[in-house]
DNA sequence: GTGGTCTAGACCACT
DNA sequence: GTGGTCTAGACCACG
């Protein structure tokens, strides 16, 4: 598979972008358990950022073991035995949902909405793995 | 109401949680439209931080239409005619979901749970407000 | 306190030799919960290392639960509610222990020897703190 | 014997990992003085990696007294006098395990787990040498 | 002044 | 050629 990262016009870091474009291409299929991950080198020349940057992404993944670093050898994805599960998952990830639906709630939108725009994004990235 | 801002394990800037917290105060009903806020120096002082950075939460929250400062005069929320419609929130908060599903999706975590987990802090925020 | 750090003849890392000795520091009651450490900047130019080498220190501290990073602040220790407990430890460290003991046991020594060292290291270190 | 070696979830270099599995048959008795040991060749095929990685294995064995490697006619298990005795263990072990006892005391573990652990793993090893 | 991010370039250990 | 480590210097956001 060929990884297209783009950088946009996000203000997050670049590292957070490339870690969840590449969270991105795990969740939809289209970077599978052991496919290999281009190298800090390839991947920073690729889309033009420095080989740290890059390598802040992979520490990243590596950490919420998303894929494994193999020194001098190089890096896989690592989606089978997810050391995450659902409950660690509902924990770090609820901060970010209360934020959500306090703006959505403060602006009167019905919660229907969020469902609608997460099946949205499911669809859009299970599509992807056919 | 008494507004109780908690900063504190977050690593997000203090200004984004006090701004957090009013929307969310706003979000579930605590806060109603024409509430006055306290003054920049008063929420401070409440909560321990430079006056600058309490500033700098009203600022975002005078431009995305959650209150409305009047000079000299005070603060006051402003929840009737929210500025942001539903599709600008689904335009600004898009890639936050995005990247939300894409973590869930490549947990192989089922697109009900997120489902459930938005109801709930539904049902939080707008339990408080009664 | 005065943090004295010297960075030794060891082939570690020498962000792991920063991370060792302020992890001792804590171990000794030299560092007491809340106290604040010096600046990446500072404890870079006092030990005379690059300030980034400082900050990988911190991270990994910080990743423990060892030390809080307050951005624009500074930093604490943080020593009061251990997030990892002996049972958290000893998953951890098993492979240390584990090597350690295979290259004892190699050499044929007594397990009483090991119990000895740890108990002096322990003396040392709980001698420190009075 | 059979040699097992597994390499996987470390982040120490491989040919460490490979020293310390041939240190910890040593201990465990599994080796014994003048078992023979698969050839560079053989046993990088047999575990996949290459056969350099091998060579830096079996040549820290031999500097550590471990092994003794005869030109063109193999490997050999050295296990009868040591070249390293107690006090060099101590003196060379020293910083890993002090490094040990900060972690530990530093989250209040008693020194008596440390002990249990360290039972744990020779009883372990010596077991596994009936 | 603090930590956060990014770049650039270097050397090393390992395979 | 791969990742690991370290340095140096820069700009930014925050308080």
Not at 19 to 38: K, Y
Not at 79 to 94: H, Q, V, W
């Amino acid at each position: 598979m060929q990884l297209s990262i783009d950088l946009g016009s996000s203000d997050q870091p670049i590292y957070q972008q490339i870690r969840d474009e590449i969270v991105s291409g795990i969740a939809s299929g289209q970077l599978r358990d052991g496919d290999p991950l281009p190298s800090v080198r390839t991947l920073g020349a690729e889309i033009g950022v420095n080989l740290h940057t890059v390598n802040k992404a992979y520490k990243l993944l590596q950490r919420d073991g998303f894929i494994e670093i193999q020194r001098s050898r190089g890096t896989f994805v690592r989606a089978g035995d997810t050391a995450k599960n659902a409950a660690g998952f509902i924990e770090s990830s609820g901060r970010r949902i209360q934020a959500l639906v306090s703006d959505a709630l403060s602006l009167k939108i019905d919660r229907t909405v969020l469902h609608h725009m997460i099946d949205h994004y499911y669809d859009e990235l299970e599509g992807k793995g056919s």
